[in-house]
């Protein structure tokens, strides 16, 4: 990568890093083009030959915020198990980091749940993302007749039926003051009960 190019890359992660910070402490509304300039020591012009818009750069935060619940659902995808177990664990997984980020960083939860409300593209490539894994050890799954359906699809749209309360980030801010381990031992039930059914080829 020529020098240029990578001062590029790394003004534009520093903004970012920057704007992630003001979301956090200030809240979406507060965060500004203005704001995040002043602090990388920039123009507020020059924010936008890496970001288009606010909401460029407020979708980049959001983005940045979910990849490392896709970084970590993909760690369990990638392991040698049966795929009943992986697909145990990944639901399990993907409950547990929407709370924890719920929990620890409500500011940054919020600016999810407007780009949900807003139905912006940075969500459908979330969805898109663990979808893709989720069908991966489905398909896996299928392939060594551990799970019974005549389609991926059919497996899928059961799981998000059958654990909609528990991984839809909406119904997990809704469920904010039910204590978590609660909640855990809920899903952990439910996903023994609809695995049993997947295998049992009754979806």
Do not use: C
Not at 6 to 18: A, F, M, P
Not at 72 to 83: F, K, L, M, N, S
């Amino acid at each position: 990568m020529k020098p240029a190019a990578r001062t590029q890359e790394s003004t534009g992660d520093r903004l970012l890093e920057i704007a992630t910070d003001h979301v956090r402490r200030h809240g979406m509304e507060r965060t500004t083009i203005v704001s995040v300039a002043r602090e990388a020591g920039v123009s507020h012009a020059a924010v936008y030959r890496y970001y288009a818009s606010k909401d460029a750069l407020i979708d980049a935060v959001t983005g940045q915020w979910l990849k490392a619940v896709e970084t970590q659902v993909a760690t369990v995808a990638d392991a040698p198990d049966p795929a009943d177990d992986k697909l145990e664990r990944m639901m399990l997984l993907i409950a547990r980091l929407y709370r924890q980020r719920l929990e620890a960083e409500p500011a940054l939860y919020a600016l999810w749940l407007a780009a949900l409300a807003g139905r912006r593209a940075v969500v459908r490539k979330h969805k898109r993302r663990l979808r893709a894994l989720i069908e991966r050890v489905v398909e896996e799954g299928r392939s060594t007749e551990l799970f019974r359906a005549r389609s991926n699809e059919r497996l899928i749209a059961f799981l998000n039926d059958a654990l909609h309360r528990f991984i839809d980030p909406v119904a997990i801010a809704a469920d904010k003051d039910t204590e978590r381990g609660e909640l855990e031992q809920r899903l952990a039930r439910l996903l023994r009960v609809a695995i049993r059914a997947m295998a049992a080829g009754s979806v």
